[in-house]
């Protein structure tokens, strides 16, 4: 015992060593395991988790490389020493943490972070058989199921439970139950009591690492909930199932809640909860999601968004609810008795052809035909029972949903009478405001005509003064010697031939003698 402590100690100053290795573990999220030891898994996490930092420092190299271009590239660690710092690492992480929160606090953050995720996650994937996915059960025997042979158990799982208790991410079972506000909620008197353990605790002799880690045991021994896999639980719940249905679809016996509560699924596979799991899933989402409300045996799925006028009937489970209830607990008895019925009348069906093939008396013949003909009878009443059910729950299913209806349309006339007691959509006040509203319209056409002539204008001189610019360009570009001639030619406007105008009436046709005389002319 003295060497495995001694060994132990070797462990604990390694790992002071090695804390710029565990700095950068505090945002682990690591896929689903596929191992079925807690010793493969914790180990598969710590490479995982070392394998990670391996990148980050090759990513850190390039970046390095790229901005000091003439520096010669440093050769990466080989295979062999990357597996030794798993196995190191890993030993560090079964060191015991007693003292390290203040002589190391990054390594000793690190760590609880470490073996936060991995027993949340050795729980919710039940990792060797672990009975319960959101809660685990702490005993003397714990530390030997996630001991190695070349590291040992670990040393610093009391340290663990008790600092994540503290943190409130480990819960104990009593007082989760007990508790009457949500885990949001302050709770002064689980801070006083954790506050006088602590004070009494660090007055104890806790100067070895052994006696540091046993004095916890007897403190943490117990059911605890993990409180990390109870939130994913309700998510899961919230994000699979409709709460927007009719009330006769919310409202169920605790009984068919928990049957819902076995289809969760998580990543296409079916999500393993237990009667006690359940009974903690029930109980958050009640308190503290505020996702159902129950009463005795009755379980009621609150809708998100209700209306103010609803949302105090929406929390409280009333005659309706206990009246649907019951039905649906008639129904499923019915289904149960219909059930047996067909056995058994397949059954006594089985034994009349057995009596008439083995040639009995013809009594028991008769006597198996009748007791057939009693169950088909009960049969049939009874499949009509159910019927008449389906029926009723029907009925209660349209009237919530027309009673929902009016009170969506009470809501939206109380929304439409306080638009119109609005001062704005007065009489006098609309007709003031149209009359202004047309003036302004007005001016706004006057000046909008004003602005058109104006452009208008703008564009007549715009024509003119690209004529202008077009005959100087003309002017430029025609030859220097041709210039004079075409001068002379080209008549000026004093020069202009006065020619004769046209006329505008049609002469008188002359006469014969007038033609006469002219062409002897």
Not at 470 to 480: F, G, I, S, W
Request: some cysteine; charged content about 30%.
């Amino acid at each position: 015992m003295g060497a495995l402590t001694h060994r132990l100690r070797f462990h604990t100053f390694v790992s002071s060593r090695i804390t710029s290795l565990l700095k950068a573990c505090s945002y682990l999220r690591f896929a689903r395991p596929r191992m079925t030891t807690l010793v493969a898994f914790a180990q598969s996490r710590c490479e995982a988790q070392h394998q990670h930092q391996h990148q980050h420092q090759e990513q850190e190299q390039e970046q390095k490389q790229e901005k000091e271009k003439d520096q010669q590239e440093q050769p990466k660690k080989p295979q062999q020493q990357l597996d030794f710092h798993h196995h190191e690492a890993l030993a560090s992480m079964y060191a015991d943490l007693s003292g390290q929160k203040h002589s190391d606090p990054a390594a000793y953050r690190t760590r609880i972070a470490w073996w936060a995720e991995t027993i949340a996650d050795a729980c919710w994937y039940r990792i060797e058989g672990l009975p319960h996915t959101l809660c685990w059960h702490v005993d003397e025997h714990i530390p030997m199921q996630w001991a190695m042979k070349d590291v040992g158990r670990p040393m610093c799982l009391s340290v663990v439970v008790d600092e994540l208790a503290s943190q409130a991410r480990l819960i104990r079972m009593n007082e989760f139950v007990a508790r009457k506000t949500p885990l949001t909620a302050p709770n002064r008197i689980q801070w006083i009591g954790s506050q006088i353990w602590r004070w009494f605790f660090s007055r104890g002799d806790c100067n070895s690492d052994q006696s540091a880690d046993e004095a916890l045991w007897p403190a943490i021994v117990g059911e605890w909930i993990v409180r990390k896999n109870v939130e994913r639980a309700a998510r899961l719940f919230q994000a699979q199932h409709d709460r927007h249905t009719s009330l006769v679809q919310r409202v169920m016996p605790r009984s068919q809640f928990k049957e819902m509560l076995s289809t969760l699924k998580d990543e296409n596979r079916s999500l393993k909860l237990s009667d006690v799991d359940k009974d903690i899933l029930l109980l958050y989402l009640e308190r503290d999601a505020r996702v159902i409300v129950r009463d005795n045996d009755v379980v009621k799925l609150c809708r998100e968004h209700v209306l103010e006028s609803s949302e105090s009937r929406e929390y409280i489970i009333g005659e309706q609810e206990r009246g649907i209830v019951a039905v649906k607990s008639m129904q499923a008895q019915l289904a149960s008795q219909i059930d047996d019925l067909q056995q058994r009348i397949e059954c006594a069906h089985e034994n009349t052809v057995r009596a008439f093939k083995t040639k009995q008396r013809e009594s028991v013949t008769k006597s198996h035909l009748r007791t057939k003909k009693q169950l088909e009878d009960m049969l049939e009443k009874r499949v009509q029972a159910e019927q008449t059910l389906n029926t009723l729950l029907l009925k209660m299913e349209q009237a919530a949903s027309d009673a929902d209806m009016m009170h969506t349309f009470e809501a939206s006339e109380r929304t439409v009478r306080a638009l119109l007691n609005d001062p704005v959509l007065q009489p006098e006040r609309i007709d003031s405001t149209m009359d202004a509203l047309a003036e302004s319209l007005a001016k706004q056409d006057e000046v909008h005509a004003s602005i058109t002539s104006e452009a208008m204008h703008a564009e007549t001189d715009e024509d003119t003064l690209a004529d202008e610019l077009r005959k100087l360009e003309l002017d430029v570009t025609q030859p220097a010697d041709a210039a004079p001639d075409a001068a002379r030619i080209e008549p000026t406007k004093s020069e202009t031939l006065q020619m004769p105008s046209v006329p505008s009436h049609t002469p008188p046709t002359p006469s014969k003698e007038r033609i006469a005389y002219e062409n002897s002319m």
